[in-house]
């Protein structure tokens, strides 16, 4: 990595996505809120502690400065948000350094491997977009999100408010 990596978003877990997601805009004032639903077809080659596991999630994104903030709601099948409720309850999840392209993605992702990191979970949403999930808590404290490819590039179910 030729640049120091760069948080893109912070993630949290919970149950409730629209109680959060209120909490959050009567509090802060955050908003409008993008909400997104991943299953498949269009989320695929998800894997989940080196096995294929297919799941799915509700996720609604804010930006909040230049920082994008994410709350997930777990919906079917075994994941890592899903386990984080079980053990952890809501709350913070992972920091997130998305890559710009797929060899950056793979040297991030190797680096981390590398240093100790174990790989969690991860897939594909659409064409574009690549993720995937470490667990450097032993090192740092912290589960790391990267991969390739934004939120951008997909239609939101709706907004909030």
């Not at 149950?15 to 993008?34: A, I, S």
């Not at 409720?85 to 793979?106: C, I, V, Y």
């Not at 949403?125 to 450097?136: A, L, N, Q, R, S």
Request: hydrophobic share 35%; net charge negative; charged share 20%.
């Amino acid at each position: 990595m030729s640049q120091p990596a760069t948080i893109s978003q912070i993630g949290l877990v919970v149950r409730d996505l629209e109680k959060t997601m209120r909490k959050y805009t009567e509090l802060f004032g955050w908003g409008p809120w993008n909400v997104y639903e991943h299953k498949g077809p269009t989320l695929h080659d998800t894997h989940l502690h080196g096995k294929s596991e297919d799941y799915s999630m509700l996720c609604a994104e804010v930006m909040v400065g230049p920082i994008c903030f994410e709350l997930i709601q777990p919906l079917t099948g075994r994941n890592i948000y899903s386990e984080w409720l079980e053990e952890h309850g809501e709350g913070f999840h992972h920091l997130a350094m998305m890559q710009h392209g797929a060899a950056e993605s793979d040297a991030f992702r190797k680096k981390l491997l590398d240093a100790g990191g174990k790989m969690m979970m991860g897939g594909r949403i659409g064409e574009t977009i690549e993720f995937y999930y470490v667990d450097t808590q032993p090192q740092l404290g912290v589960i790391v999100e990267s991969g390739t490819g934004h939120a951008i590039d997909l239609k939101p179910i709706r907004t909030y408010p």
